[in-house]
C-alpha cells in the first residue's frame, strides 16, 4: 500500500502527506493488524467520526444525514 501511494505521488506530482492523512479499518480488523499498518504507513488510525477541513471522513449510507450540517450552515448565514 505504501508503494502504491508513492507511485500515485510520483505519477501525479502531488505530494501526500501520511502524518496527516487517516485510515479507517472495518469492525472485523483486528487491533494488532490495524495497528501494525499504521505503524507502517506513519497514519493516524480514525473512528470515522472527524472532520478535516470541515467536511467529514466518511461517508455513510445516508448521505443526507451525514451533509446535513452544510445546509443547515448555509441556509443560517443565508437567512442571518
Known sequence: MKNILQTYALASGKTISLPKSEVFFSKIVLTPMKDAISNILGVIVIMGTCKYPGLP???????????????????????S
Do not use: L, Q, Y
Open 57 to 79: 471522513s466518511m461517508v455513510g449510507w445516508t448521505k443526507e444525514a451525514t451533509f446535513g450540517f452544510i445546509k443547515d450552515r448555509i441556509w443560517h448565514k443565508i437567512n
